[in-house]
């Protein structure tokens, strides 16, 4: 059974026919997360978000796992609910940074899940997107996207992460990197694959370890 919370931050929601509410937020669409981080209930994950994409650095590295996941539902007037967003972590390490966590977001406008675990105010990543020349750039399938560093200074005083984001597919993507040097991991041809298209390969995925804070 998933369990249900606000995406834009740790508060309890409540849950009244079908409306969910948030105690800072008021109402909201659920972040919808699973109690335990595993194939069969990433497996639920991807059936619960057909036609939204989940996203990961593929392929995963040597002693690198997902750490976490989660996804946001969307329910209007008399419709079936819809997926509004999608997190995945990727935990591991590297030689430079030791323990490291990849967190990618993909949503729709408005959600705010990415600013959530950005640890800034939102809810979209705001005028540092599209401001001059991309800082870095992944590669989806054929697609490169450029992403912009998004300022974490006025958050808070913990300068513990680098987070850059963009867009694609008409849809907002967020990358958070903890520690804040793993940034430099992305000068790297990174690839981020959907994996709701990619099928078997997935039994093979490690799932567990410490899940991240956000």
Known sequence: MLVAGC???TSPV????????CDVHGPTAPLLRPPEVSYDAFADHLRRTPGFPTYLPWPLGPAWHVSDFALVEITGDEEEPRPGATLTCAS???????????????EEPGIGLGA??????????????????????????????????????????????SVVAGEAEGRWLWLVLRPASAILLLRD????????????PLVELPFGGERPVW
């Open 7 to 9: 995406p834009r931050c």
């Open 14 to 21: 409540t849950e009244w026919e079908g409306t969910w509410a």
């Open 92 to 106: 591991g390490v590297s030689a430079l940074d030791g323990p490291v966590e990849v967190m990618v977001v993909a």
């Open 116 to 161: 959530r675990c950005a640890g800034t105010t939102g809810p979209d990543p705001g005028d540092d997107v599209g401001r001059g020349a991309p800082d870095v750039r992944v590669r989806i399938g054929q697609q490169t996207v450029p992403l912009w560093t998004v300022s974490t200074s006025g958050a808070d005083d913990r300068f513990d992460r």
């Open 189 to 200: 041809d990174w690839i981020l694959q959907d994996l709701s298209g990619v099928g078997p």
